[in-house]
């Protein structure tokens, strides 16, 4: 069965530092979203991406982050100045989109740890 | 926008006992309420989905019942075994017309079964 795959499973850097977190969607899946858990809390919302463009984005979502698909395969989370409280898990996930009842598949995460 | 309680926070129970999750939602426009269950360091996977045409499903041990009125949907899972120890997340959507919404996500519930 097709999986959602993201690069890398691990990422440290010093604050201050921008990082981009990669996903690999399932193949032809049309929605995309990023989600971050911070150790031990709930599951939050960052953003969803659809026909090239942002469709919704959270409060956490602010100039700091970015996505985008650059080749039209790979999904990518920018975040341009990194801070401590930035350290959590990121997951990707995305959904095939043609009907109104599609369930959202979940990568393996990102760990990103900001010293 | 949507909030979605979950409780208890955490569950203990004896292997073959029932176990119940139970959660409520703000937003009456949502209308697909999936279960997650997500074990140490590892993906959240979905274990069952409920839409709001249904009132109850069934997969097995695992059921999940929704009440559209009171705007609480429940997970129950029957003779529990030590693998269903993990932290089970519930969560809610608006998914209208092909249109893929995010996931709001209740806090977990960490569920230890005990042999």
């Known amino acids: 069965e097709p999986e959602v795959t993201q690069t890398p499973s691990h990422q440290v850097t010093q604050m201050g530092q921008e990082v981009i977190l990669r996903c690999v969607p399932i193949?032809?899946?049309?929605?995309f979203y990023w989600y971050r858990q911070i150790l031990g809390q709930k599951v939050e919302f960052l953003v969803s991406?659809?026909?090239?463009?942002?469709?919704?984005k959270s409060e956490i979502f602010d100039d700091q982050f970015s996505v985008e698909r650059p080749d039209g395969s790979n999904f990518t989370l920018k975040i341009r100045s990194t801070k401590l409280e930035d350290s959590a898990m990121y997951f990707c996930?995305?959904?095939?989109?043609?009907?109104?009842?599609?369930?959202?598949?979940f990568g393996p995460g990102t760990r990103l740890t900001v010293l | 926008g949507e909030n979605v309680e979950q409780h208890p926070s955490t569950l203990s129970v004896q292997e073959g006992d029932s176990a119940v999750i139970k959660c409520t939602y703000s937003?009456?426009?949502?209308?697909?309420f999936p279960w997650y269950k997500q074990e140490l360091g590892k993906r959240p996977q979905l274990i069952i989905d409920?839409?709001?045409?249904?009132g109850e499903k069934k997969d097995q041990r695992i059921a999940v019942t929704l009440n559209k009125t009171a705007k609480h949907f429940s997970l129950h899972i029957t003779e529990t075994q030590p693998e269903d120890s993990a932290v089970y997340f519930c969560?809610?959507?608006?998914?209208?017309?092909?249109?893929?919404?995010?996931?709001?996500f209740g806090k977990g519930t960490k569920l230890s079964v005990k042999p």
């Open positions: 193949s032809n899946h049309l929605y």
């Open positions: 969560a809610a959507s608006r998914n209208y017309g092909g249109s893929q919404g995010n996931l709001i």
């Open positions: 937003d009456s426009a949502s209308n697909y």
């Open positions: 991406f659809y026909n090239n463009e942002i469709s919704e």
């Open positions: 409920i839409r709001s045409n249904v």
């Open positions: 996930a995305t959904v095939p989109g043609r009907t109104s009842t599609d369930t959202q598949y």
